[in-house]
Every structure is written in C-alpha cells, then in structure tokens.
C-alpha cells in the first residue's frame, strides 16, 4: 500500500465528501490515506511548505502553488449563491468600508481575494478563524467581517446585515461560477496515481449521495455548528455537481479568478496547466 497524507477541513462539505474514502468504503487501488483535518487556512499554508501530498485549498491558494500542485476535478466548492458574505453591525458604504478594519478567514483564502478585487485592495484587514469573524464584529475588534462555511447561516442571530454579496458580485461581474475551493495533489506523485484519487474521491462523493446518513455521525463529530438544519444547509450549498466533476464551466471559472488575480499583481502568472 501507498500512504498519502490528506488534508481537508472538519466542515460538513468536506467531512461529507472524504468519509466514504478515507473510511475504505470505495475502491482506491493500492492507496492508503493519513487524514488531517485542519482550518482552509492553515491548509493553505500547510500546503505552501509542501506538507501534504493531497489537500483541500483555497483557489486563491492554489494561485501560488502551481508549480507544485495540480488541480483534481472532483471535490471542488464551486457554484453560484454560494460566495463569501460581508457582514457588520451598521451600514457602511464603500468607501467606509475601504478606510475601517475588515476580519478576514486567512489571507490566501477566495474570500480575501475577492474583497481585494472588490475593494481594490486593502491592508486594513484582521485575520481570525474563520469561526471568530462574527465575535470580533460584534465585539468591534473590526468594522465588518468576511464569512464563510456555516457562518453564512447565523450571522442574522448576531445581529449583523449583509452588505454585500461577493459571490453575487463576482458572478454578475464576470458570469461565472464563484470558485471557493478545491482539492489539490502533489505534480511529483505522477499522472497515473493522480488520476486513481481523483476517481476514488469521485466515487466517494457519489457515495456519500447514495448514502446520505451513513456519514452524520462523522459529519457531527467535527462540525463548528451542530444543528442539524445548518449542517444540511451547508452541504447543500457546497456540494453540488462540480463537486462529482468541475467540466469545462467550472475550470473556466477558476482560470477567469486566478487571471484577474495575476492582472493586478496578487499572484505571479504562469503557463502550468490547473489539472493533468
């Protein structure tokens, strides 16, 4: 057996996806997977010291990973109605928004780069977990705040309003898709078993959709928010038919975010194509 470690976060659309393959429930050849189950951020920057063989990314991530790592077709979140959320406690126009302080889940997370080409770009930024944006909001350690995963379901508990949409905003601007995040493997483990994961994942998401409980109490285990509506909402959302399989609109969408971030000088270009 070949060991791989694998990287992924404790969010129902990941643990949702990744149960039946790293549980044995389908077919992986001579593959074996080590499992961490980390914050999307810490990820990222796992994977920027090349620490994992196969990992859960942030498109904006992969931006400076090329080199190193290779897209996989499945596994992806991507989507439409699905993007990033701004959130405060007041009104604020753009321009308030530009010159306050904004809590952001990582910087080499989608959501910071799309405020960035939202705003222009800003260094006015707090970077939090992605489960202590909404405290520090309310707490007034920053003006606004970027959520993402569950925190799009109970920021109106708190109190907050959405002033914008960055996936809406994203979408009318280009037409795309919102590319969030996807699954990433090392160039060096070669085409053949590159593509034997990227089949065994497939497979272990068409899985999880033939059987939707078996992965709950998984799903419960390492879930932020344990409610079950919330959790249900957010793999709905998150995992849909790009997650099986990104086709030629969801690469499209990932090549139109990573230009716009070359164009303004957030990620070096490069003619490495995103899969094998």
Same mark, same amino acid.
């Given at each position: 057996?070949?060991?791989?470690?694998?990287?992924?976060? $404790?969010? $129902?659309?990941?643990?949702?996806?990744?149960h039946?393959?790293?549980?044995?429930?389908?077919?992986?050849?001579?593959?074996?997977?080590?499992?961490?189950?980390?914050?999307?951020?810490?990820?990222?920057?796992?994977?920027?010291?090349?620490?994992?063989?196969?990992?859960?990314?942030?498109?904006?991530?992969?931006?400076?990973?090329?080199?190193?790592?290779?897209?996989?077709?499945?596994?992806?979140?991507?989507?439409?109605?699905?993007?990033?959320?701004?959130?405060?406690?007041e009104?604020?126009?753009?321009?308030?928004?530009?010159?306050?302080?904004?809590?952001? $889940?990582?910087?080499?997370?989608?959501?910071?780069?799309?405020?960035?080409?939202?705003?222009?770009?800003?260094?006015?930024?707090?970077?939090?977990?992605?489960?202590?944006?909404?405290?520090?909001?309310?707490?007034?350690?920053?003006?606004?705040?970027?959520?993402?995963?569950?925190?799009?379901?109970?920021?109106?508990?708190?109190?907050?309003?959405?002033?914008?949409?960055?996936?809406?905003?994203?979408?009318?601007?280009?037409?795309?898709?919102?590319?969030?995040?996807?699954?990433?493997?090392?160039?060096?483990?070669?085409?053949?078993?590159?593509?034997?994961?990227?089949?065994?994942?497939?497979?272990?998401?068409?899985y999880?959709?033939?059987?939707?409980?078996?992965?709950?109490?998984?799903?419960?285990?390492?879930?932020?928010?344990?409610?079950?509506?919330?959790?249900?909402?957010?793999?709905?959302?998150?995992?849909?038919?790009?997650?099986?399989?990104?086709?030629?609109?969801?690469?499209?969408?990932?090549?139109?975010?990573?230009?716009?971030?070359?164009?303004?000088?957030?990620?070096?270009?490069?003619?490495?194509?995103?899969?094998?």
């Open positions: 057996m070949t060991s791989l470690s694998l990287g992924y976060s $404790p969010c $129902p659309n990941d643990t949702y996806i990744f039946a393959l790293v549980h044995g429930l389908v077919p992986c050849g001579d593959l074996a997977f080590v499992e961490r189950l980390e914050d999307v951020e810490t990820l990222n920057q796992l994977a920027l010291k090349g620490a994992l063989d196969l990992t859960k990314i942030s498109f904006h991530a992969f931006g400076h990973l090329r080199n190193r790592y290779v897209l996989l077709r499945s596994g992806a979140a991507l989507g439409r109605g699905c993007g990033p959320l701004i959130v405060a406690d009104s604020l126009s753009f321009e308030q928004l530009r010159s306050k302080t904004i809590a952001i $889940p990582g910087r080499l997370t989608t959501a910071n780069l799309l405020l960035q080409l939202y705003v222009g770009g800003t260094d006015n930024l707090l970077v939090l977990p992605f489960d202590q944006i909404i405290p520090a909001v309310c707490q007034g350690r920053a003006a606004a705040g970027v959520i993402i995963h569950e925190s799009r379901f109970t920021y109106q508990q708190y109190g907050l309003e959405q002033l914008l949409d960055l996936g809406q905003w994203w979408e009318e601007v280009t037409g795309h898709p919102i590319p969030l995040g996807g699954i990433l493997a090392k160039r060096s483990l070669g085409e053949e078993r590159i593509r034997l994961v990227d089949q065994a994942l497939r497979h272990s998401i068409e999880a959709r033939s059987h939707p409980q078996q992965a709950t109490s998984y799903i419960r285990q390492h879930a932020q928010e344990l409610d079950d509506s919330v959790i249900n909402q957010h793999i709905d959302l998150y995992v849909n038919d790009y997650s099986i399989d990104l086709g030629e609109d969801g690469l499209a969408a990932i090549s139109c975010l990573l230009e716009k971030a070359e164009q303004v000088g957030i990620i070096a270009t490069t003619d490495l194509p995103l899969t094998i």
